[in-house]
Each structure stands twice: as structure tokens, then as C-alpha cells.
């Protein structure tokens, strides 16, 4: 079975630090572009951080930039997301995604139909 599991979210305070994880069972990542993307309610979604399969460039939606790191374990089939300083209007359910044909920044910022997405996990950040 092909899919995509996310993990790692919950409650923290403002300042706080959280690191999702998104790990594929039945493919390899190594030659998929992974995006991070969240929505909260009432909201669009959007893209957060994408790496791009090639080279592994980053790109980062402008108002996490400095505080989130997106990075790829190959060996654990796993991308993750670290999340520091984190806001309350971060708060949203994140999703990761992968697609074979595509670059980071595009998956980011144009709303495309990716091969997979992952099921997502709820961030909460709030005193």
C-alpha cells in the first residue's frame, strides 16, 4: 500500500517548537518533490515548505521563513518539518505531499494535483 504518514503535531505555546514528520510506506521519496502544507479553518490551504527531488532546494512560504527547516532523511524514507518560535496562526492541520514531476517552489505555490498526500496532523498553538 502507497501512502503518506504524518506525525508529530500537537499543543504548544506560542515560542514553542514542534518537528512533523512524513513518512512514505510502499515507494521511496528519494525521487519525489515533499511539500509541507497546511489549512486551518475557514482558510485555504497553502503551501508551507517544499524540497525538490533533483537537488533537494528548498523553498519556504514567506512568513515561516527563519523559523521552519525542511530537510529529508533518506535512510528513514522520512521528510520533516522543525517548527520553532512557533505562532498562534500557525495553528492548522499540516499536510505533506509528494510528486514525482514537479520542483519545490512550484508545488508551493501553484495549486497542482499531486501523486500523494498524507492524511495530516493537527498543530495547535495557543497559551
Known amino acids: 500500500q502507497l501512502q503518506l504518514v504524518e506525525s508529530g503535531g500537537g499543543l504548544v505555546q506560542p515560542g514553542g517548537s514542534l518537528r512533523l514528520s512524513c513518512a512514505a510506506s510502499?515507494?521511496?521519496?528519494?525521487?519525489?518533490?515533499i511539500g509541507w502544507f497546511r489549512q486551518a479553518p475557514g482558510k485555504e490551504r497553502e503551501g508551507v515548505s517544499c524540497?525538490?527531488?533533483?537537488?533537494?532546494?528548498?523553498y519556504y512560504k514567506a512568513s515561516v521563513k527563519g523559523r521552519f527547516t525542511i530537510s529529508r532523511d533518506k535512510a528513514k524514507n522520512t521528510v520533516f518539518l522543525q517548527m520553532n518560535n512557533l505562532k498562534p496562526e500557525d495553528t492548522a492541520v499540516y499536510y505533506c505531499?509528494?510528486?514525482?514531476?514537479?520542483?519545490?517552489?512550484?508545488?508551493?505555490?501553484?495549486?497542482?494535483?499531486?501523486?500523494?498526500w498524507g492524511q495530516g496532523t493537527q498543530v495547535t498553538v495557543s497559551s
Open positions: 505531499a509528494a510528486d514525482r514531476f514537479t520542483t519545490g517552489q512550484v508545488m508551493c505555490t501553484i495549486r497542482l494535483t499531486l501523486d500523494y
Open positions: 524540497i525538490t527531488s533533483a537537488d533537494d532546494t528548498t
Open positions: 510502499g515507494f521511496s521519496l528519494d525521487s519525489y518533490t
